[in-house]
């Protein structure tokens, strides 16, 4: 496996596969509502930014972020197993960060599993703190943190 990944926007034809990674490495245990159709829209939404990150041509990670007047909301975020620890999540952090400061926005929000510890000490290391906890966020199931970055102070 080549230790190179390329980053770039998701086209048409990832929608499938960043829904089964969102499935299978985020949803899991909850229904599946990151379908194909649902991240479809947001590759062509105006609105969305859908980034991936190949290694030897396949899928190795995926990012999904909405950007909205004010603020960013990175929905999924999500890197295959074995491309793990290598960087992919920072690199797509760091792209969706440009992305939104060229939109004008200075603060990314995100929700995650409040059990998942892993995804929690990653986004600290990446600037986010948590704002609250939101009991039965995942389909009154789990408990979500939400958390946030600033990413700068608004000109004024």
């Known amino acids: 496996m080549s230790e190179l990944a390329t980053l770039g926007l ?3 034809d990832d929608a499938v596969a960043i829904a089964e990674m969102s499935r299978d490495l985020i949803e899991h245990g909850l229904a599946w509502s990151w379908t194909p159709s649902r991240v479809l829209r947001s590759i062509r939404g105006a609105d969305s930014s859908v980034v991936i990150a190949r290694r030897d041509g396949a899928l190795a990670a995926f990012a999904i972020m909405y950007v909205g007047a004010d603020t960013a ?21 760091e792209w969706l960060t440009s992305t939104a400061i ?8 995100l929700e995650l599993r409040a059990s998942n510890a892993g995804a929690r000490a990653f986004y600290e290391h990446m600037g986010f703190q948590v704002r609250d906890t939101v009991a039965g966020y ?15 102070v608004v000109p004024g």
Do not use: K, P, S, W
């Open 10 to 12: 998701a086209r048409h």
């Open 73 to 93: 909301h990175l929905n999924l975020l999500a890197v295959a197993a074995e491309h793990r620890r290598c960087g992919l999540g920072r690199r797509l952090i």
């Open 138 to 152: 995942y389909q009154n199931r789990e408990a979500a943190l939400r958390m946030t970055r600033r990413l700068g």
């Open 102 to 109: 060229e939109a004008g926005v200075f603060r990314i929000d």
